[in-house]
């Protein structure tokens, strides 16, 4: 009986310790795409005007390790809500560090910091911008997120929510303080 007891002790051991090692594998690479809302607040001289944006994002994460990773993320927007005949869209452009619980066999938890760039374009009169201007400035965003994982090779993006300030000209201090809400698909690959 005591053999027995050992015996079923240490397969239980065993058990826990590959659970908890898959639980902890990291993938070298991260590849996310999926719908975007932005809501963004732009002051120009006399009033403070919200529009709400849609499209897609993309982003490429490198794991360093099990905890941090640097991340590189691209996104085009379009304006709704316009009069008829105008156009506008953003596209942003940053990279930074994101840090990752990878320790969770189901879900993974994470926060992000990312600095790079944004820029407004569109084919009428629009946040005081001339026909057909452009403009690129300074962008940054600093939020979380929670991946559900479905597979070793595949996740869900619950939820992505991020503070967006973009730096436009706008009459006043050039700081446009944004939401960005993102959910999507990840596709994982390798291991660290």
């Not at 897609?56 to 709704?80: E, H, I, P, Q």
């Not at 820029?119 to 911008?129: D, E, H, I, K, P």
Request: hydrophobic residues 45%.
């Amino acid at each position: 009986m005591r053999k027995l007891r050992c015996f079923a002790a240490g397969t239980l051991a065993l058990a826990l310790a590959g659970t908890a090692a898959r639980a902890q594998e990291t993938p070298l690479f991260e590849v996310y795409s999926g719908y975007t809302y932005k809501g963004a607040n732009f002051r120009l001289a006399d009033c403070t005007c919200g529009f709400d944006l849609h499209g897609g994002s993309g982003s490429v994460a490198f794991n360093l390790n099990r905890w941090v990773g640097v991340v590189g993320d691209f996104g085009g927007y379009k304006v709704t809500g316009l009069p008829p005949g105008v156009d506008a869209r953003v596209f942003t452009y940053m990279a930074g560090l994101r840090v990752a619980d990878h320790t969770h066999e189901r879900m993974r938890p994470f926060v992000q910091a990312l600095f790079g760039g944004a820029r407004r374009s569109g084919n009428a009169v629009f946040q005081g911008l001339p026909a057909a201007a452009t403009e690129n400035r300074f962008a940054l965003t600093v939020g979380g997120g929670l991946d559900i994982i479905a597979s070793p090779r595949v996740a869900i993006r619950l939820v992505q929510l991020e503070y967006l300030l973009t730096t436009f000209a706008d009459g006043r201090d050039a700081r446009q303080h944004n939401t960005r809400i993102l959910t999507g698909v990840v596709f994982r690959f390798g291991r660290r």
